[in-house]
């Protein structure tokens, strides 16, 4: 869960070897609701490979407790999905709000330039 005065970007973990995203901190990034990210990504499934977005197991869970404590719940009742970068891309494109388009052009900048640096 995001406080008030924390950035969504600040709530990126380490998980399976890439930076992830949990779902709550990517609908407060996007500014909608969780109820409205979960049902747009259920809507578009074949748009969310395993690579993209998954269920943690329980132990994946704790791992990202730990990363993150005290900010997530350690007593939530549902374990959150979880976004990796190219699941993150993929949602910026599938909510249609100003702040979804604007991450989306920046992670594609970013993308760009990293393609950029190490091509000289």
């Known amino acids: 869960m995001i406080e008030k005065n924390q950035q969504p970007l600040n709530q990126v973990y380490w998980l399976r070897g890439?930076?992830?995203?949990i779902d709550e901190d990517v609908a407060a990034l996007f500014q909608v609701s969780l109820k409205e990210l979960r049902q747009r990504v259920?809507?578009?499934?074949q748009r969310f490979p395993p690579d993209f977005l998954f269920l943690p197991t329980i132990e994946e869970w704790q791992v990202l407790q730990q990363q993150a404590d005290p900010i997530l719940?350690?007593?939530k009742i549902e374990t959150?999905?979880?976004f990796t970068e190219a699941g993150l891309l993929m949602?910026?494109?599938i909510i249609k709000s100003d702040v979804a388009i604007q991450v989306s052009i920046n992670i594609i900048k970013e993308f760009f330039q990293?393609?950029?640096?190490?091509?000289q």
């Open 18 to 21: 890439q930076k992830v995203m």
């Open 114 to 119: 990293i393609v950029k640096s190490s091509n």
């Open 42 to 45: 259920g809507r578009n499934k």
């Open 91 to 93: 949602a910026s494109g």
């Open 73 to 75: 719940k350690i007593d």
């Open 80 to 82: 959150p999905l979880v």
